[in-house]
């Protein structure tokens, strides 16, 4: 497809369970951004990717939080022992580098509601 | 530490009236770069404008435009002729230095009523 996939749009799991969220960024895109946004919030930034590496994790909030991408392509976002209070819409973007004068393009979520 | 407020969390406006959204955040750096991003119900960010901060000269776009004042540190946004279409959660947010962070406010409600 022509932007941002990810799959599932809705995951709702029981609470300590493992989850795994998926991002297929735009080809060709070397940056990719995980998001969180919480209900009637702005966006909070989670993890960077530049390729393969993590080159900023500084945004997820604990050990629980993991991401991955492999091949510098799709990005896997995994949440272990999850709890109430991960209830949110993750947000992936990607751009083609990582600089302020291209444009990130965002996918519609996956919103994540643990009960 | 980057900062983004959008004091109005909410606003409603007749069709046809113009209406401002306004931004101030806060930054170190000084070069960064701030956007404008719609977000309809969909829920997909759809972004709208990307300005430099070296570039404070004033855009518009139709019936949007954006006035960028450093001397304020402020990124207003104003739609003109608002339409019914116009409705939906409109975020600013800057990105850093670095380039790998964009700290987002916590977004306008914008609902336009016929």
């Known amino acids: 497809g022509a932007g941002v996939s990810q799959t599932p749009s809705n995951k709702v799991t029981e609470k300590g369970k493992y989850v795994e969220l998926r991002c297929d960024p735009i080809s060709g895109h070397t940056a990719l951004y995980w998001y969180r946004q919480s209900l009637g919030q702005g966006p909070e930034f989670l993890i960077y990717f530049q390729g393969t590496g993590a080159a900023d994790d500084s945004g997820l909030p604990n050990d629980r939080f993991f991401a991955v991408r492999p091949e510098g392509s799709v990005s896997t976002l995994k949440i272990q022992r999850t709890e109430r209070g991960d209830s949110a819409v993750y947000l992936c973007?990607?751009?083609?580098?990582?600089?302020?004068?291209?444009?990130?393009?965002f996918g519609q979520g996956t919103r994540l509601t643990v009960v | 530490a980057q900062k983004v407020t959008q004091a109005q969390t909410e606003i409603s406006v007749v069709e046809k009236e113009d209406v401002t959204l306004d931004c101030v955040y806060e930054t170190r750096d000084t070069t960064y770069y701030l956007f404008w991003y719609k977000q309809p119900p969909s829920g997909e960010l759809v972004f709208l404008i990307r300005r430099n901060s070296f570039d404070e000269q004033n855009e518009i776009s139709g019936r949007y435009s954006w006035n960028f004042q450093k001397s304020t540190s402020s990124f207003n946004f104003t739609i003109t002729a608002s339409q019914v279409v116009d409705s939906a959660v409109y975020f600013c947010a800057l990105l850093n230095n670095a380039g790998n962070m964009l700290t987002f406010g916590g977004g306008t409600r914008l609902m336009v009523k016929p």
């Open positions: 973007a990607s751009s083609l580098t990582m600089t302020g004068d291209t444009e990130a393009f």
